[in-house]
């Protein structure tokens, strides 16, 4: 970072020389504003034409320009370089702009193109002079989103998601106006990988998503991208295992509680758990009935897998970084009651050790923790507070079993029938389903007794084929 910085004070530097000035903008100078040590850096530069502009990144090295319409300047992996530019809507959908460079802009003309004013304002990095032509810094101070203008806001529909992103990360309101717009603009030109982009930062870059997702029903976007989500309004639940009421309450509940469970994962599996909080009852608007007077959502973590699936495939979501997250999401959905489950009736290792092979363990425990602690709302007194002692029983089972994130590699191979003198055949796979089932079971625990039962095993097959 230390390098990003000092390469920004030299370009600064070599603009100023030339008559010009770079600023920092959006992200970086907002979040230097409200205490938060920014990691990435935007820099417009005024008043260079974008050869001469180019001739001085040149000197920093290699230098990556990316953008399909408008070029941005890549010097290094944490800053971006580009000229002030305006934009133009021509159609439906984030490429549907004419954009245009122009050095000669004023800030405030420049600043104009931006969603909200928190991210519209300038610093000079050289004289650490602010420049806030849309008093950007008083609604820092307020904590409060503002668009920039009602005129341009509307033509990038993204901005609707961005809202409530921003306020999920800095908890902040949005202001009366500004929600109106929101609520106003059609979202359906959005492709899914945007979405799951805006999302994606509601869910990893917030300590309390529910604000987000609370936004998305309020801002319309539940309605108009995730009929999942709009299912789960004014669904009941037991109120002695819900205090807090409907599902779409309690899922925002799990959803806050999740965040604070993933801090020690990598990415992929950190998207993996907020995902599975997120669909977790996504099976109980089909199961939820009144049943001897009392509500009950039986079979509901099955029943949630179909519009679990249906809501990964809008988003886009399958492989992160080499990481099965879609099919590891929908187990979550599937298995999230089977810590409780076992934590009631204690099954036999086996029964660990098969569930192993669907799903990671340490994710579900970490699902299901964040299922049991979100039935707690603030309001709801110590002695009646639900805990997570079921989850902690069942991940001490299987960091017992050493299965919390697989099942055990099978101890028989089929390099060891042929060494046992065997063809490969059909008859392969059923010895090795059989030693690998004994295996799980506890009753084979290396590999000469895996050998003897494979022996048993050829020996019954070659009794049944003399006596064909």
């Given amino acids: 970072m230390s390098e990003t910085r000092a390469n920004i004070i030299a370009l600064a530097r070599e603009v100023s020389v030339l008559g010009g000035r770079a600023m920092l903008v959006g992200g970086c100078v907002r979040d230097k504003l409200t205490g938060t040590e920014p990691k990435d850096f935007d820099l417009e530069v005024y008043g260079v034409e974008?050869?001469?502009?180019?001739?001085?990144?040149?000197?920093?090295?290699?230098?990556?320009?990316?953008?399909?319409?408008?070029?941005?300047?890549?010097?290094?992996?944490?800053?971006?370089?580009?000229?002030?530019?305006?934009?133009?809507?021509?159609?439906?959908?984030?490429?549907?702009?004419?954009?245009?460079?122009d050095p000669d802009m004023s800030f405030e003309e420049a600043s104009r193109r931006r969603d909200f004013t928190i991210n519209a304002i300038l610093e000079d990095p050289l004289t650490g002079e602010i420049v806030d032509c849309f008093d950007g810094q008083e609604d820092l101070a307020r904590g409060v989103l503002r668009m920039v203008s009602k005129a341009t806001f509307p033509e990038d529909s993204l901005r609707v998601l961005r809202a409530a992103?921003?306020?999920?990360?800095l908890e902040f309101g949005i202001e009366p106006e500004t929600a109106d717009v929101c609520r106003s603009i059609d979202l359906s030109d959005l492709p899914h990988e945007r979405i799951w982009g805006e999302l994606e930062k509601l869910l990893l870059r917030s300590e309390k998503p529910s604000i987000g997702l609370k936004l998305f029903y309020d801002l319309r976007i539940a309605k108009q991208l995730f009929p999942e989500?709009?299912?789960?309004?004014?669904?009941?639940q037991e109120p002695d295992w819900h205090p807090e009421g409907d599902v779409d309450v309690h899922t925002m509940m799990v959803v806050d509680e999740a965040c604070k469970l993933i801090g020690d994962l990598d990415?992929?599996?950190?998207?993996?758990?907020?995902?599975?909080?997120?669909?977790?009852?996504?099976?109980?608007?089909?199961?939820?009935?009144?049943?001897?007077?009392?509500?009950?959502?039986?079979a509901h973590d099955e029943a949630g897998v179909e519009p679990t699936i249906a809501f990964l495939?809008?988003?886009?979501?399958?492989?992160?970084?080499?990481?099965?997250?879609?099919?590891?999401?929908?187990?979550?959905?599937?298995?999230?009651?089977t810590p409780g489950m076992f934590f009631k009736n204690p099954p036999g290792d086996g029964a660990f050790r098969r569930l192993a092979r669907k799903v990671d363990l340490d994710l579900l425990y970490r699902v299901a923790k964040a299922d049991s602690l979100g039935r707690n709302p603030d309001w709801l007194p110590p002695e009646k507070r639900f805990d997570a002692a079921a989850q902690e029983w069942f991940i001490g089972r299987a960091r017992e079993l050493d299965i919390e994130h697989e099942a055990p590699k099978p101890i028989l191979m089929g390099r060891h029938l042929i060494?046992?003198?065997?063809?490969?055949?059909?008859?392969?796979?059923?010895?090795?389903?059989?030693?690998?089932?004994?295996?799980?079971?506890?009753s084979i625990v290396d590999l000469d007794s895996a050998i003897a039962r494979a022996r048993e095993l050829v020996k019954d097959q070659n009794t049944a084929s003399s006596q064909c």
Avoid at 53 to 75: C, P, Q, W
Wanted: charged share 25%.
């Fill in 229 to 236: 989500l709009v299912s789960l309004v004014g669904v009941p």
């Fill in 313 to 337: 495939d809008r988003l886009g979501v399958h492989t992160i970084d080499g990481y099965d997250v879609r099919n590891q999401v929908i187990q979550l959905v599937r298995f999230h009651l």
């Fill in 419 to 442: 060494a046992l003198g065997l063809e490969p055949s059909p008859a392969f796979k059923a010895i090795l389903d059989d030693v690998y089932e004994k295996q799980l079971d506890g």
């Fill in 267 to 298: 990415h992929s599996r950190q998207v993996t758990v907020m995902l599975g909080a997120v669909c977790h009852d996504f099976g109980k608007p089909a199961t939820t009935e009144f049943h001897d007077g009392r509500i009950r959502s039986l």
């Fill in 50 to 101: 974008p050869a001469k502009l180019r001739e001085i990144l040149d000197r920093f090295g290699r230098v990556d320009a990316v953008g399909e319409v408008f070029t941005v300047y890549k010097v290094g992996p944490h800053l971006d370089v580009s000229i002030p530019r305006r934009e133009r809507k021509t159609g439906r959908g984030h490429r549907g702009f004419v954009i245009e460079g």
């Fill in 165 to 169: 992103q921003f306020a999920a990360r």
